[in-house]
Protein backbone atom coordinates (compact mmCIF):
# COMPACT_ATOMS: atom_id res chain seq x y z
CA UNK A 1 0.00 0.00 0.00
CA UNK A 2 1.56 3.63 -0.84
CA UNK A 3 0.15 6.85 -0.31
CA UNK A 4 -1.20 8.81 -3.41
CA UNK A 5 -0.37 12.43 -2.94
CA UNK A 6 -0.41 15.63 -5.31
CA UNK A 7 2.72 17.08 -5.35
CA UNK A 8 4.42 20.60 -7.58
CA UNK A 9 5.84 20.11 -10.65
CA UNK A 10 5.73 23.87 -12.28
CA UNK A 11 4.12 27.09 -12.15
CA UNK A 12 2.55 29.55 -14.11
CA UNK A 13 5.30 32.02 -13.98
CA UNK A 14 7.91 30.22 -17.27
CA UNK A 15 4.97 31.01 -20.11
CA UNK A 16 6.62 30.30 -23.42
CA UNK A 17 4.63 31.79 -26.31
CA UNK A 18 1.90 30.19 -28.18
CA UNK A 19 2.31 31.13 -31.49
CA UNK A 20 4.06 27.61 -32.10
CA UNK A 21 1.39 25.68 -31.67
CA UNK A 22 -0.23 27.53 -35.04
CA UNK A 23 -4.21 27.88 -34.21
CA UNK A 24 -5.55 26.23 -31.59
CA UNK A 25 -9.10 24.28 -31.54
CA UNK A 26 -11.22 24.78 -28.45
CA UNK A 27 -14.69 22.79 -28.47
CA UNK A 28 -17.74 25.11 -27.54
CA UNK A 29 -19.11 22.44 -25.33
CA UNK A 30 -18.99 25.13 -22.56
CA UNK A 31 -19.19 28.73 -24.39
CA UNK A 32 -18.41 30.58 -21.51
CA UNK A 33 -15.24 28.52 -20.90
CA UNK A 34 -14.23 28.16 -24.53
CA UNK A 35 -14.44 31.86 -25.05
CA UNK A 36 -12.33 32.78 -22.08
CA UNK A 37 -9.68 30.57 -23.00
CA UNK A 38 -9.24 31.82 -26.54
CA UNK A 39 -8.92 35.03 -25.45
CA UNK A 40 -6.36 33.58 -22.64
CA UNK A 41 -4.69 32.15 -25.40
CA UNK A 42 -4.78 35.24 -27.12
CA UNK A 43 -3.02 37.05 -24.64
CA UNK A 44 -0.40 34.63 -24.40
CA UNK A 45 0.59 35.26 -28.37
CA UNK A 46 -1.35 32.50 -29.55
CA UNK A 47 -4.31 31.77 -31.93
CA UNK A 48 -7.49 29.80 -31.36
CA UNK A 49 -10.91 29.23 -32.79
CA UNK A 50 -13.82 27.54 -31.66
CA UNK A 51 -15.36 24.10 -33.01
CA UNK A 52 -18.31 22.18 -32.36
CA UNK A 53 -16.26 18.91 -32.66
CA UNK A 54 -12.04 18.51 -33.27
CA UNK A 55 -11.24 19.49 -37.12
CA UNK A 56 -7.66 19.38 -38.25
CA UNK A 57 -5.48 21.12 -35.89
CA UNK A 58 -2.34 20.26 -33.75
CA UNK A 59 -4.37 20.80 -30.85
CA UNK A 60 -7.71 20.88 -29.68
CA UNK A 61 -9.15 22.00 -26.28
CA UNK A 62 -12.52 20.19 -25.24
CA UNK A 63 -14.73 21.78 -22.89
CA UNK A 64 -17.13 18.93 -22.66
CA UNK A 65 -16.00 18.20 -19.04
CA UNK A 66 -16.92 22.03 -18.35
CA UNK A 67 -20.23 21.51 -19.18
CA UNK A 68 -23.33 21.46 -16.17
CA UNK A 69 -25.05 18.35 -17.08
CA UNK A 70 -25.12 15.12 -15.74
CA UNK A 71 -21.93 13.94 -14.66
CA UNK A 72 -21.97 11.05 -16.41
CA UNK A 73 -23.16 12.78 -19.50
CA UNK A 74 -20.31 14.82 -19.45
CA UNK A 75 -17.62 12.06 -19.10
CA UNK A 76 -19.22 10.48 -22.24
CA UNK A 77 -19.48 13.47 -24.25
CA UNK A 78 -16.00 14.17 -23.38
CA UNK A 79 -15.07 10.66 -24.90
CA UNK A 80 -16.80 11.26 -27.49
CA UNK A 81 -14.98 14.34 -28.18
CA UNK A 82 -11.72 12.51 -27.93
CA UNK A 83 -12.68 9.85 -30.43
CA UNK A 84 -13.71 12.10 -33.25
CA UNK A 85 -10.15 13.58 -32.88
CA UNK A 86 -7.86 12.69 -35.60
CA UNK A 87 -4.85 10.34 -34.29
CA UNK A 88 -2.01 12.86 -35.06
CA UNK A 89 -3.70 15.71 -33.51
CA UNK A 90 -3.09 16.52 -29.44
CA UNK A 91 -6.14 17.03 -27.36
CA UNK A 92 -6.34 18.37 -23.81
CA UNK A 93 -9.42 17.11 -21.77
CA UNK A 94 -10.68 19.75 -19.49
CA UNK A 95 -12.44 19.37 -16.53
CA UNK A 96 -13.10 20.62 -12.73
CA UNK A 97 -11.13 18.71 -9.38
CA UNK A 98 -13.38 21.09 -6.84
CA UNK A 99 -16.09 22.86 -7.16
CA UNK A 100 -19.09 24.25 -5.01
CA UNK A 101 -21.54 21.23 -5.88
CA UNK A 102 -19.88 17.72 -6.20
CA UNK A 103 -21.85 17.13 -8.89
CA UNK A 104 -19.34 19.80 -10.72
CA UNK A 105 -16.23 17.71 -10.06
CA UNK A 106 -14.80 15.77 -12.82
CA UNK A 107 -13.25 12.62 -12.93
CA UNK A 108 -11.67 13.02 -16.72
CA UNK A 109 -8.40 12.09 -15.43
CA UNK A 110 -9.03 8.32 -14.57
CA UNK A 111 -10.78 8.24 -18.20
CA UNK A 112 -7.85 9.78 -20.09
CA UNK A 113 -5.65 7.10 -18.31
CA UNK A 114 -7.79 4.26 -19.70
CA UNK A 115 -7.66 5.73 -23.21
CA UNK A 116 -3.67 6.17 -23.35
CA UNK A 117 -3.83 2.27 -22.53
CA UNK A 118 -6.48 1.45 -25.29
CA UNK A 119 -4.79 4.01 -27.65
CA UNK A 120 -0.46 4.02 -26.77
CA UNK A 121 -0.01 6.45 -29.46
CA UNK A 122 -2.73 9.05 -28.81
CA UNK A 123 -0.73 12.34 -27.66
CA UNK A 124 -4.13 13.32 -24.78
CA UNK A 125 -3.76 15.00 -21.50
CA UNK A 126 -6.16 16.12 -19.31
CA UNK A 127 -6.08 19.19 -17.20
CA UNK A 128 -8.56 19.29 -13.78
CA UNK A 129 -9.21 23.07 -12.80
CA UNK A 130 -8.95 23.41 -9.10
CA UNK A 131 -11.10 26.12 -7.31
CA UNK A 132 -11.10 28.95 -9.89
CA UNK A 133 -12.06 32.09 -8.28
CA UNK A 134 -13.86 32.94 -11.51
CA UNK A 135 -13.72 32.09 -15.90
CA UNK A 136 -11.23 34.11 -16.76
CA UNK A 137 -9.09 32.81 -13.71
CA UNK A 138 -9.21 29.60 -14.84
CA UNK A 139 -8.58 30.46 -18.63
CA UNK A 140 -5.72 31.60 -17.72
CA UNK A 141 -4.45 28.99 -16.03
CA UNK A 142 -5.00 26.55 -18.82
CA UNK A 143 -3.69 28.71 -21.49
CA UNK A 144 -0.22 29.01 -19.32
CA UNK A 145 -0.72 24.93 -19.37
CA UNK A 146 -0.27 24.00 -22.55
CA UNK A 147 3.26 23.13 -22.94
CA UNK A 148 2.84 20.86 -20.41
CA UNK A 149 3.87 17.12 -21.91
CA UNK A 150 1.01 14.75 -21.98
CA UNK A 151 -0.46 13.68 -18.75
CA UNK A 152 -2.39 14.23 -16.05
CA UNK A 153 -2.43 17.43 -14.41
CA UNK A 154 -4.45 19.67 -11.23
CA UNK A 155 -4.04 23.21 -12.10
CA UNK A 156 -4.24 25.19 -8.74
CA UNK A 157 -4.21 29.06 -7.85
CA UNK A 158 -0.17 29.27 -8.32
CA UNK A 159 1.12 26.23 -8.69
CA UNK A 160 0.38 23.12 -11.49
CA UNK A 161 0.26 19.37 -9.57
CA UNK A 162 0.50 15.85 -10.44
CA UNK A 163 -0.70 12.50 -8.86
CA UNK A 164 2.77 10.59 -7.32
CA UNK A 165 2.71 7.64 -5.01
CA UNK A 166 4.64 7.87 -2.34
CA UNK A 167 8.14 5.91 -2.09
CA UNK A 168 7.63 3.67 0.73
CA UNK A 169 4.85 1.56 2.23
CA UNK A 170 2.71 2.91 4.53
CA UNK A 171 3.36 1.00 8.11
CA UNK A 172 0.11 0.25 10.05
CA UNK A 173 -0.82 2.95 12.80
CA UNK A 174 -0.14 2.67 16.20
CA UNK A 175 -3.13 3.74 17.89
CA UNK A 176 -6.84 3.43 17.80
CA UNK A 177 -9.10 5.79 16.50
CA UNK A 178 -12.85 6.31 16.45
CA UNK A 179 -15.64 7.92 18.27
CA UNK A 180 -17.81 6.79 21.44
CA UNK A 181 -20.43 3.76 20.33
CA UNK A 182 -20.05 5.15 16.48
CA UNK A 183 -23.32 4.43 14.07
CA UNK A 184 -21.65 3.77 10.91
CA UNK A 185 -23.93 4.01 7.58
CA UNK A 186 -21.77 1.75 4.78
CA UNK A 187 -23.76 1.16 1.02
CA UNK A 188 -23.02 -1.99 -0.53
CA UNK A 189 -21.80 -3.57 2.88
CA UNK A 190 -24.16 -6.46 2.87
CA UNK A 191 -21.82 -8.58 1.10
CA UNK A 192 -18.69 -9.03 -1.11
CA UNK A 193 -15.55 -6.70 -0.20
CA UNK A 194 -17.15 -3.84 1.60
CA UNK A 195 -18.93 -6.47 4.46
CA UNK A 196 -15.24 -7.66 5.25
CA UNK A 197 -14.33 -4.49 5.85
CA UNK A 198 -17.71 -3.79 7.87
CA UNK A 199 -16.52 -6.86 9.93
CA UNK A 200 -13.33 -5.43 10.83
CA UNK A 201 -14.47 -2.23 11.91
CA UNK A 202 -17.40 -3.71 14.04
CA UNK A 203 -13.96 -5.66 15.72
CA UNK A 204 -12.07 -2.21 16.12
CA UNK A 205 -15.43 -0.15 17.05
CA UNK A 206 -18.22 -1.95 17.95
CA UNK A 207 -21.43 0.66 18.05
CA UNK A 208 -24.04 0.22 15.58
CA UNK A 209 -23.92 -0.83 11.92
CA UNK A 210 -26.62 0.10 9.24
CA UNK A 211 -25.99 -1.81 6.06
CA UNK A 212 -27.43 -0.51 2.81
CA UNK A 213 -27.76 -2.67 -0.54
CA UNK A 214 -29.89 -3.73 -3.40
CA UNK A 215 -29.95 -7.11 -2.56
CA UNK A 216 -34.02 -8.22 -0.74
CA UNK A 217 -33.24 -10.96 2.40
CA UNK A 218 -34.80 -13.89 0.51
CA UNK A 219 -35.17 -16.50 3.06
CA UNK A 220 -33.45 -20.03 3.01
CA UNK A 221 -36.10 -22.30 2.40
CA UNK A 222 -36.57 -24.97 5.37
CA UNK A 223 -36.15 -28.01 3.12
CA UNK A 224 -33.07 -27.09 1.13
CA UNK A 225 -29.35 -28.13 2.61
CA UNK A 226 -27.19 -25.17 2.94
CA UNK A 227 -24.82 -24.17 -0.43
CA UNK A 228 -22.67 -21.68 -1.36
CA UNK A 229 -21.81 -22.69 -4.86
CA UNK A 230 -24.07 -21.51 -7.24
CA UNK A 231 -23.67 -24.17 -9.72
CA UNK A 232 -24.96 -26.66 -7.26
CA UNK A 233 -27.56 -24.65 -5.75
CA UNK A 234 -29.31 -23.97 -9.26
CA UNK A 235 -29.00 -28.20 -9.59
CA UNK A 236 -30.67 -28.81 -6.17
CA UNK A 237 -33.23 -26.14 -7.22
CA UNK A 238 -34.00 -27.82 -10.27
CA UNK A 239 -34.50 -31.29 -8.64
CA UNK A 240 -36.91 -29.51 -6.07
CA UNK A 241 -38.88 -27.34 -9.18
CA UNK A 242 -42.19 -29.44 -8.70
CA UNK A 243 -42.26 -28.22 -5.24
CA UNK A 244 -45.21 -25.49 -4.69
CA UNK A 245 -43.99 -21.66 -5.69
CA UNK A 246 -40.50 -23.39 -6.39
CA UNK A 247 -39.52 -21.64 -10.16
CA UNK A 248 -39.39 -23.60 -12.95
CA UNK A 249 -37.87 -22.39 -16.04
CA UNK A 250 -33.88 -22.48 -16.06
CA UNK A 251 -33.55 -18.64 -15.93
CA UNK A 252 -36.31 -18.50 -13.03
CA UNK A 253 -33.76 -20.85 -11.20
CA UNK A 254 -30.96 -18.88 -11.75
CA UNK A 255 -32.40 -15.31 -10.82
CA UNK A 256 -33.60 -17.68 -7.84
CA UNK A 257 -30.44 -19.16 -6.59
CA UNK A 258 -28.56 -15.56 -6.96
CA UNK A 259 -31.75 -14.48 -4.56
CA UNK A 260 -30.83 -16.79 -1.82
CA UNK A 261 -27.04 -16.76 -1.96
CA UNK A 262 -27.14 -12.89 -1.43
CA UNK A 263 -29.31 -13.34 1.43
CA UNK A 264 -27.27 -15.98 2.90
CA UNK A 265 -24.32 -13.57 2.29
CA UNK A 266 -25.82 -10.85 3.88
CA UNK A 267 -27.59 -13.20 7.36
CA UNK A 268 -23.77 -14.13 7.71
CA UNK A 269 -22.76 -10.68 7.20
CA UNK A 270 -25.10 -9.38 10.02
CA UNK A 271 -24.40 -12.99 11.94
CA UNK A 272 -20.19 -11.65 12.08
CA UNK A 273 -21.26 -8.37 13.04
CA UNK A 274 -22.98 -9.22 16.12
CA UNK A 275 -20.71 -11.91 16.60
CA UNK A 276 -18.34 -8.64 18.19
CA UNK A 277 -20.74 -7.47 20.20
CA UNK A 278 -21.72 -4.62 18.09
CA UNK A 279 -25.98 -4.04 16.48
CA UNK A 280 -26.25 -4.69 12.34
CA UNK A 281 -29.36 -4.06 10.42
CA UNK A 282 -29.31 -4.66 6.77
CA UNK A 283 -32.03 -2.52 4.99
CA UNK A 284 -32.85 -2.77 1.14
CA UNK A 285 -32.37 0.54 -0.25
CA UNK A 286 -32.14 2.23 -3.80
CA UNK A 287 -29.56 5.12 -3.30
CA UNK A 288 -30.33 7.03 -6.19
CA UNK A 289 -33.60 7.55 -4.70
CA UNK A 290 -33.51 10.92 -2.89
CA UNK A 291 -37.16 11.19 -1.39
CA UNK A 292 -37.12 8.02 -0.17
CA UNK A 293 -32.97 7.29 1.39
CA UNK A 294 -33.66 10.48 3.20
CA UNK A 295 -37.30 9.28 4.81
CA UNK A 296 -35.68 5.78 5.53
CA UNK A 297 -32.36 7.31 6.76
CA UNK A 298 -34.60 9.64 9.21
CA UNK A 299 -36.65 6.78 10.22
CA UNK A 300 -33.15 4.81 11.38
CA UNK A 301 -31.50 7.73 13.20
CA UNK A 302 -34.09 7.92 15.66
CA UNK A 303 -33.91 4.65 16.45
CA UNK A 304 -30.34 3.92 16.55
CA UNK A 305 -28.91 7.61 16.89
CA UNK A 306 -27.04 10.18 14.06
CA UNK A 307 -24.55 8.78 11.70
CA UNK A 308 -20.74 9.14 12.91
CA UNK A 309 -19.52 7.30 9.80
CA UNK A 310 -19.64 6.70 6.35
CA UNK A 311 -18.35 4.06 3.81
CA UNK A 312 -19.28 4.09 0.71
CA UNK A 313 -18.66 0.77 -1.21
CA UNK A 314 -21.45 0.75 -3.66
CA UNK A 315 -20.65 0.21 -7.12
CA UNK A 316 -21.10 -1.84 -10.40
CA UNK A 317 -18.86 -2.40 -13.65
CA UNK A 318 -20.42 -2.08 -17.01
CA UNK A 319 -16.99 -2.29 -18.95
CA UNK A 320 -16.49 -1.88 -22.86
CA UNK A 321 -13.49 -0.38 -24.67
CA UNK A 322 -13.78 2.82 -25.44
CA UNK A 323 -15.01 2.86 -29.30
CA UNK A 324 -18.03 0.77 -27.91
CA UNK A 325 -19.07 2.51 -24.54
CA UNK A 326 -22.25 4.03 -24.74
CA UNK A 327 -23.75 6.65 -22.22
CA UNK A 328 -26.30 3.85 -20.68
CA UNK A 329 -22.74 2.12 -19.67
CA UNK A 330 -21.45 5.50 -18.15
CA UNK A 331 -24.93 5.90 -16.31
CA UNK A 332 -24.42 2.55 -14.89
CA UNK A 333 -21.04 3.20 -13.04
CA UNK A 334 -22.09 6.28 -11.97
CA UNK A 335 -25.20 6.38 -10.83
CA UNK A 336 -25.03 4.04 -7.17
CA UNK A 337 -20.63 5.54 -7.06
CA UNK A 338 -21.33 8.90 -7.81
CA UNK A 339 -25.14 9.95 -7.58
CA UNK A 340 -25.54 7.37 -5.15
CA UNK A 341 -22.53 9.34 -2.63
CA UNK A 342 -24.42 12.98 -3.45
CA UNK A 343 -28.12 11.15 -2.55
CA UNK A 344 -26.41 10.14 0.56
CA UNK A 345 -24.48 12.93 1.83
CA UNK A 346 -27.17 15.02 1.12
CA UNK A 347 -29.49 13.01 3.32
CA UNK A 348 -26.99 13.09 6.51
CA UNK A 349 -26.06 15.60 9.34
CA UNK A 350 -22.62 16.10 8.04
CA UNK A 351 -21.45 18.11 11.14
CA UNK A 352 -21.98 14.52 13.00
CA UNK A 353 -19.70 12.26 10.80
CA UNK A 354 -16.59 11.91 12.59
CA UNK A 355 -15.31 9.07 9.05
CA UNK A 356 -15.83 9.20 5.83
CA UNK A 357 -14.12 6.17 3.77
CA UNK A 358 -14.97 5.98 -0.26
CA UNK A 359 -13.71 2.85 -2.09
CA UNK A 360 -11.85 3.82 -5.21
CA UNK A 361 -9.84 1.88 -7.46
CA UNK A 362 -6.31 1.81 -8.44
CA UNK A 363 -8.24 2.08 -12.07
CA UNK A 364 -7.95 5.97 -11.04
CA UNK A 365 -4.76 6.30 -10.80
CA UNK A 366 -3.24 3.78 -13.28
CA UNK A 367 -5.77 3.18 -16.15
CA UNK A 368 -7.30 -0.15 -16.89
CA UNK A 369 -8.18 -1.23 -20.21
CA UNK A 370 -12.01 -1.60 -20.60
CA UNK A 371 -12.74 0.46 -17.63
CA UNK A 372 -12.69 4.16 -18.65
CA UNK A 373 -16.04 4.99 -17.74
CA UNK A 374 -15.42 2.72 -14.28
CA UNK A 375 -11.77 4.89 -14.13
CA UNK A 376 -13.35 8.09 -14.27
CA UNK A 377 -16.21 7.58 -11.46
CA UNK A 378 -13.23 6.48 -9.25
CA UNK A 379 -11.40 9.29 -10.45
CA UNK A 380 -14.31 11.71 -9.27
CA UNK A 381 -14.13 9.82 -5.42
CA UNK A 382 -10.49 10.65 -5.15
CA UNK A 383 -11.26 14.76 -6.20
CA UNK A 384 -14.45 14.40 -3.85
CA UNK A 385 -12.49 12.89 -1.07
CA UNK A 386 -9.94 15.93 -1.40
CA UNK A 387 -12.87 18.29 -1.36
CA UNK A 388 -14.47 16.76 1.78
CA UNK A 389 -10.96 16.41 3.69
CA UNK A 390 -10.84 20.58 3.06
CA UNK A 391 -13.84 21.87 3.74
CA UNK A 392 -14.82 18.80 6.57
CA UNK A 393 -10.92 19.53 8.98
CA UNK A 394 -12.68 17.96 11.92
CA UNK A 395 -13.59 14.58 9.86
CA UNK A 396 -11.43 11.84 8.86
CA UNK A 397 -11.76 10.90 4.99
CA UNK A 398 -10.27 8.71 3.12
CA UNK A 399 -10.02 7.27 -0.29
CA UNK A 400 -8.87 3.65 -1.02
CA UNK A 401 -7.92 2.99 -4.68
CA UNK A 402 -8.22 -0.76 -4.70
CA UNK A 403 -6.45 -3.28 -6.75
CA UNK A 404 -8.33 -6.47 -7.62
CA UNK A 405 -9.06 -8.38 -4.33
CA UNK A 406 -9.76 -12.26 -4.04
CA UNK A 407 -13.53 -12.85 -4.21
CA UNK A 408 -14.38 -9.40 -5.06
CA UNK A 409 -15.52 -8.37 -8.45
CA UNK A 410 -13.02 -10.16 -10.11
CA UNK A 411 -13.92 -13.15 -12.15
CA UNK A 412 -11.67 -16.06 -13.33
CA UNK A 413 -11.11 -14.48 -16.43
CA UNK A 414 -10.25 -11.22 -14.99
CA UNK A 415 -7.98 -13.26 -12.13
CA UNK A 416 -6.21 -14.86 -14.84
CA UNK A 417 -5.47 -10.99 -16.41
CA UNK A 418 -4.24 -9.73 -13.60
CA UNK A 419 -1.93 -12.46 -12.90
CA UNK A 420 -0.30 -12.48 -16.87
CA UNK A 421 -0.11 -8.69 -15.57
CA UNK A 422 1.59 -9.83 -12.43
CA UNK A 423 -0.63 -8.08 -10.23
CA UNK A 424 -1.28 -9.89 -7.22
CA UNK A 425 -5.30 -10.19 -5.10
CA UNK A 426 -5.69 -8.55 -1.99
CA UNK A 427 -6.66 -11.34 0.26
CA UNK A 428 -9.86 -10.22 1.81
CA UNK A 429 -8.15 -10.45 5.56
CA UNK A 430 -5.20 -8.26 4.61
CA UNK A 431 -7.72 -5.76 2.73
CA UNK A 432 -10.20 -5.23 5.55
CA UNK A 433 -7.36 -4.65 8.17
CA UNK A 434 -5.55 -2.21 5.97
CA UNK A 435 -9.01 -0.53 5.38
CA UNK A 436 -9.71 0.04 9.35
CA UNK A 437 -5.92 1.00 9.74
CA UNK A 438 -6.12 3.88 8.10
CA UNK A 439 -9.83 4.92 8.12
CA UNK A 440 -8.81 4.99 11.49
CA UNK A 441 -5.75 5.90 12.21
CA UNK A 442 -3.68 7.53 9.63
CA UNK A 443 -2.75 10.98 9.81
CA UNK A 444 -5.80 13.31 8.43
CA UNK A 445 -4.15 14.80 5.74
CA UNK A 446 -3.52 11.57 4.50
CA UNK A 447 -6.21 11.20 2.06
CA UNK A 448 -6.00 8.65 -1.02
CA UNK A 449 -4.41 5.66 -0.29
CA UNK A 450 -3.28 2.93 -3.65
CA UNK A 451 -3.87 -0.75 -2.34
CA UNK A 452 -2.37 -3.39 -4.31
CA UNK A 453 0.27 -3.61 -6.30
CA UNK A 454 0.64 -0.78 -8.95
CA UNK A 455 -0.45 -1.56 -12.39
CA UNK A 456 1.97 0.24 -14.32
CA UNK A 457 3.78 3.64 -14.88
CA UNK A 458 1.33 6.77 -14.59
Given at each position: ??????????????????????????????????????????A?GG???????????????????L?????????????????????????????????????????????????????????????????????????S??????????????L????????????????????????????????????????????????????????????????????????????????????????????????????????????????????????????????????????????????????????????????V???????????????????????????????????????????????????N??Q???????????????????????????????????????????????????????????????????????????????????????
Amino acid sequence: MRALNSVRIASYDDIISLEHFGEIEITNAAPDYADAIRQAIKACGGSARLVSTPQNAGLCLLTEGLTEGLLANRHHMALQAILSADGNMRVIALDRASAPALSDIGGISGLCRSFRIEHPGARLTSLSICAPADVDEAASRVARSLNLPDSDYTLYTDEIRQDVLGDSLLPPPAHEGASTSPVWLISGGGRGVTANCAVELANRTGGSFILLGRSDMTEWPDWLEPETDLKALRSALAKNSTRPGMPKKPVEIDRFARKLLAGAEIASTIKSIEATGAYARYVQADIGDRASLRSTLATLVKEVGAVTGLVHGAGVLSDGLVSTLDLQSFETVFAPKVMGLEIILSCLDKRSLSHIALFSSASAVFGNEGQANYAAANAWLNNVAIQLATSMPDTQVKSFCWGPWHGGMVDDALARMFTERGIGLITRQEGARIFADQLLNSPHDQVRFVVGDEWGDQ
